[in-house]
């Protein structure tokens, strides 16, 4: 008999130990927890804030010369590169369900759709418009913004193969923040008289088309 019991025992550490998503509940303040393998599902977060970064990433720079027009000049931005950005999780969170759930949230707060990882191609455009006013000779800097947070991870705990029978923990979510999945922002970072004051290499719109100022010469 006793070899017996050991034997099942040892099945069952077996068991616990390859079971993904799975684990052996704890008594936690004196609180009878039926032994078993117990599932872990993130089912909802609370942030404490959730704030834009607008210039998270820099792409480059991009200018309007509007100074004969009459009405605003819309430009867009082309990435003048290829690259990525991705988000960073901190804390607890370290899964896809979790990223899902704070991304849900996240948009729901400000807006905007959010993402794991972004991707942009040189030449392409960016998707974002923006004005420069009439008799205005803008330098813009183009920035992919992101959203910051932090919060509490809720979690769904139940015993396998009894999921009505469940209650929940809770875990922090430190610092983190996702890139907005698409888009840009433009900050205007001077207000120039004449185009020998342009810097190098940069493409300027007019309205009656566009150019690129001469790169300096080395």
């Not at 001077?190 to 719109?205: F, M, R, W």
Request: aromatic share 12%.
């Amino acid at each position: 008999m006793k070899k017996l019991l050991f034997a099942c025992l040892a099945v069952g550490m077996c068991l616990l130990g390859m079971t993904n998503g799975a684990f052996a509940a704890e008594n936690t303040d004196n609180k009878f927890v039926p032994t078993g393998i117990y599932l872990r599902e993130c089912v909802g977060y609370e942030p404490n804030y959730t704030t834009t970064d607008w210039t998270n990433k820099s792409l480059g720079q991009v200018s309007g010369d509007n100074r004969d027009g009459h009405s605003p000049l819309r430009l867009i931005y082309e990435y003048e590169t290829t690259g990525e950005i991705s988000a960073a999780i901190s804390g607890h969170a370290n899964g896809s369900t979790e990223e899902g759930v704070i991304f849900a949230k996240v948009a729901a707060e400000v807006g905007v759709e959010v993402t794991g990882t972004r991707k942009w191609y040189k030449g392409r455009s960016a998707g974002s418009s923006y004005d420069v006013p009439p008799g205005r000779f803008e330098v813009l800097k183009v920035y992919i913004p992101a959203i910051k947070t932090a919060g509490v991870l809720k979690y769904k705990v139940y015993m396998d193969g009894y999921p009505n029978d469940f209650f929940y923990e809770y875990e922090t979510l430190k610092g983190s923040y996702a890139p907005i999945k698409s888009g840009v922002h433009y900050k205007v970072a001077s207000v120039i008289n004449k185009a020998s004051e342009l810097p190098a290499g940069i493409k300027v719109y007019t309205p009656k088309g566009s150019y690129r100022t001469l790169l300096e010469e080395r």
